[in-house]
C-alpha cells in the first residue's frame, strides 16, 4: 500500500462528547441475565437509576449517612452464604468488616452486577481478591481511620497481660483476694519485637518505648530509617523471635506469614516470652502455641484475633488460664469506627461514580488529576481498539498488539495503565461476551493470550496536552478491509485529540479525520468528484445523519480512503449500495 497524502475534511454537524469508562459495568436491572444475553452498552452508574449498597456488618451512622445519600442502602447483619449469594445479584456494590467471607461464589452469584467492594477496616484477607479482579470488581479498604486503636488495643493486651488484669478482676468478682497468685512482670527495659512495622506495628512500638521498653522490630519490607526515626531498630525474624521479652504480632495474613509462629519458631524463643496478636489469627499455629504455653516457652498470650472467629467455645487455647482474649475488638473504638465507616463510605460512593479509588487494592491508582486529563484520551483508547478489531478478518486471532504513544511529555509524567486497560477493553470486547474495565484488564488479556506492547515515541515541544497521539497496530491477522494494513503489514489505527473529542486520523497507511462517535463506514476507492455526495445520498434517503466525513488520498485521482460518521446504523441494503458504487473497491462498516 502506497504511502500517506493529504487528507480534505468535511464536516456536518458537531460532536457531543464522550465520558470515561474506567469502572463502567452492565446496565442496573440486568443481574438475572447471562453475561452474554446483556447488551453491549456501558453506562456510567451515576448517570442511570440509584445504585444499590448493601452492608452486611454494622457500619458507623457518618457513613452510613453519606452512602444514604447516594445509593439504596441495604444494612443486613448475619447474613448466611446462602443469603448473602442471594442478595448480592441486586447490588452495585458490598461494604464489609472482617466477619464476611466474600469468596468467589460472591463474585459469581453477582453475575457481573457487583461493581466495588468495600472493606470498612485494614485486612482483606476475608476477601478473595483473585475472584474480584477477574470479575471487574473493585476492592477499597479504609486503611488508616482504625491504626491508632488496632495499637491501644495492642498495648492494652500488653499491659493487662503482664498484670494480669483480666484474671485477678474474675478472681475479685468471685470474692477471692488472691494478690500473692496476681504478682506480675515490669515492662521497662524488657524487649519487644514489633513483627511487621507498618502503620499498626510502628505506632506500637511507638508507644512501647513511651513505656521505657527496648523496642525491636522485624519487616522484611520497611525502610531502616522509618524505624530509626522512632529509635527502633529492625532485625533479622530469628534476631526477633529469640530475644524477646514480648512479642507482638503485626503482619497481614499472607501465604508467607500463614502460621508463621509453628513449633519450630516457638523453640527458638526464649523461655518464659509473651505473645501478643491484634493482627490475624492464622499467623499464629494455635495448636503449637497451646503446647508452647503448656511446656512453659510462652508464659502468657493476649490475643484479639483467631483463625476461626469466634473460636470454639471448648477451644484449648481460649480457655487457657494463662491466655487473655478479646472478641477481634482491634478497631473497635467510637472514634476509629466512625472514621472508618466516612473513609469507606467515600471511597465507595466515589468509585460507584467512576472516579479512581486512592485506596483500591486490586487495581492500578491513578490519581484524580491525571483522570481528568486523561479521560478524552480514555475514550480514544476504547474506541481505536474497537475499531482495530473489527478490521481484523475473523477478530479471534489477535494476539499481538502493538500501541505507540507520542507525547512531548518525560516518559515518567505519562501514567498508561489506564489507556493500555481501555484499549484493551476495546479489543476484547467486541469479539467476546468478557467484560472488562480497568480491574481486570491485564488479568484478562493474559487470560485470552492477547500479548499488547507500549512504545514511547516522545515528540519535541510544549508538552500541554499529555499526548498527541495513539496507535493500535495488531500484527499476523488479515484484515477484512485491506488499506487497513500498513506499508509493515500490521492492521493500524491511530487517533488523537481535538478539542476534547477523540478522531481518527490514520487508517493502514490513509491520513482521514473523522470524529469518533456514533459508527464508521470505511471506503476504498479511486479518488473522482461525486463520490461524497453519491454515498451521502444513500444514506440521506434513509435518515442516516452523517456527522463527519474525511477523504485521505494516495495523489489526486488515486486511491483514496473515505472515512464516513454516521449516528444511525445504515440498513444492510444501503451498505450494499455503498460497495455496489462502481469506484468503490472495498468497505467496512464499524460500531464505535
Ligand atoms: N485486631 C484488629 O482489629 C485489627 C485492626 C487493624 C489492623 N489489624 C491487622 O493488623 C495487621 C497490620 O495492619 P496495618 O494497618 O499495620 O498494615 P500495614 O500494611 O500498614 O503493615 C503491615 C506490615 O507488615 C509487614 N509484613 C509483611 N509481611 C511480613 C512478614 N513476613 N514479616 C514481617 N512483616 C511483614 C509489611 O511490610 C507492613 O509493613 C493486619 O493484619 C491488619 O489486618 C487488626
Ligand atoms: O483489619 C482490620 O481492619 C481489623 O481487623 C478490624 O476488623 P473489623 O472491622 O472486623 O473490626
Known amino acids: 500500500m502506497a504511502a500517506s497524502a493529504s487528507s480534505a475534511i468535511l464536516k456536518l454537524s458537531s460532536p457531543s462528547t464522550t465520558t470515561a469508562t474506567w469502572l463502567r459495568h452492565r446496565p442496573l436491572g440486568l443481574s438475572s441475565l447471562s453475561l452474554r444475553d446483556q447488551p453491549r452498552r456501558f453506562i456510567v452508574l451515576s448517570m442511570d437509576a440509584k445504585p444499590t449498597i448493601l ?69 482483606i484477607d476475608n476477601v478473595d481478591l483473585a475472584a474480584a479482579t477477574e470479575h471487574g470488581c473493585l476492592v477499597v479498604n479504609a486503611p488508616t481511620a482504625n491504626t491508632v486503636a488496632a495499637a491501644e488495643h495492642g498495648i492494652a493486651l500488653l499491659t493487662s497481660m503482664a498484670r494480669n488484669i483480666a484474671q485477678a478482676d474474675a478472681s475479685v468478682k468471685a470474692g477471692k483476694w488472691e494478690r500473692n497468685k496476681y504478682v506480675g512482670v515490669s515492662l521497662v527495659g524488657k524487649t519487644l519485637a514489633v513483627m511487621g512495622f507498618g502503620k499498626v506495628g510502628s505506632e506500637v512500638a511507638r508507644r512501647a518505648k513511651g513505656l521505657g521498653m527496648h523496642v525491636i522490630a522485624h519487616d522484611p519490607y520497611a525502610p531502616a530509617d522509618r524505624a530509626h526515626a522512632i529509635g527502633v531498630e529492625l532485625v533479622s525474624f530469628d534476631m526477633a523471635i529469640s530475644t524477646a521479652d514480648f512479642i507482638s504480632l503485626h503482619m497481614p495474613l499472607t501465604a508467607a506469614t500463614s502460621k508463621i509462629l509453628n513449633d519450630e519458631n516457638f523453640a527458638k524463643m526464649k523461655k518464659g516470652v509473651r505473645i501478643i496478636n491484634v493482627a490475624r489469627g492464622g499467623v499464629i499455629d494455635e495448636e503449637a502455641l497451646v503446647k508452647a504455653i503448656d511446656a512453659g516457652i510462652v508464659a502468657q498470650a493476649a490475643l484479639d484475633v483467631f483463625t476461626v472467629e469466634p473460636p470454639p467455645k471448648d477451644s484449648k487455647l481460649v480457655q487457657h488460664e494463662n491466655v487473655i482474649a478479646t472478641p477481634h475488638l482491634g478497631a473497635s473504638t467510637m472514634e476509629a469506627q466512625e472514621g472508618v465507616a466516612i473513609e469507606i463510605a467515600e471511597a465507595v460512593v466515589g468509585a460507584l461514580k467512576g472516579e479512581l479509588a486512592a485506596t483500591a487494592v486490586n487495581a492500578p491508582m491513578v490519581p484524580a488529576q491525571v483522570l481528568t486529563e486523561l479521560k478524552p484520551y480514555v475514550a480514544l483508547a476504547e474506541k481505536l481498539g474497537r475499531l482495530a478489531v473489527q478490521l481484523v478478518a475473523g477478530g479471534d486471532g489477535v494476539k499481538t498488539v502493538k500501541v505507540t504513544y507520542a507525547s512531548a511529555r518525560a516518559p515518567d509524567d505519562l501514567d498508561t495503565r489506564l489507556l493500555r486497560a481501555m484499549i484493551t477493553k476495546g479489543l476484547i470486547e467486541p469479539i467476546s461476551s468478557v467484560f472488562v474495565n480497568l480491574v481486570n484488564a491485564d488479568f484478562t488479556a493474559k487470560q485470552r493470550g492477547l500479548r499488547i506492547t507500549e512504545e514511547r515515541i516522545i515528540l519535541d515541544g510544549s508538552p500541554e496536552n499529555p499526548l498527541e497521539s495513539v496507535k493500535v497496530q495488531i500484527a499476523n491477522v488479515e484484515s477484512k478491509f485491506a488499506s487497513a494494513i500498513s506499508d509493515s503489514g500490521e492492521v493500524t489505527v491511530e487517533g488523537r485529540v481535538k478539542d476534547g473529542i477523540p478522531h481518527l486520523t490514520k487508517v493502514g497507511s490513509f491520513e482521514v479525520d473523522v470524529s469518533l462517535e456514533g459508527s464508521l463506514i470505511l471506503c476504498r476507492q479511486v479518488d473522482q468528484p461525486g463520490m461524497i455526495g453519491k454515498v451521502g445520498s444513500i444514506l440521506g434517503e434513509e435518515n442516516v445523519n452523517v456527522s463527519f466525513m474525511s477523504v485521505g488520498r494516495i495523489a489526486p485521482r488515486k486511491q483514496a480512503v473515505m472515512a464516513i460518521g454516521v449516528d444511525e446504523e445504515p440498513s444492510k441494503q444501503s451498505l450494499k449500495r455503498i460497495g455496489e458504487i462502481s469506484a468503490v473497491e472495498e468497505f467496512v462498516y464499524l460500531k464505535l
Open 55 to 123: 452492608v452486611s456488618e454494622k457500619l458507623g451512622e457518618a457513613g452510613l449517612n453519606l452512602l444514604k445519600e447516594f445509593a439504596n442502602v441495604d444494612c443486613s447483619y448475619n447474613l448466611s452464604s446462602e443469603e448473602l449469594c442471594t442478595k448480592i445479584s441486586l447490588c452495585d456494590a458490598l461494604i464489609v468488616r472482617s466477619g464476611t467471607k466474600v469468596n468467589r461464589e460472591v463474585f459469581e452469584s453477582s453475575a457481573g452486577r457487583l461493581k466495588v467492594v468495600g472493606r470498612a477496616g485494614v485486612g
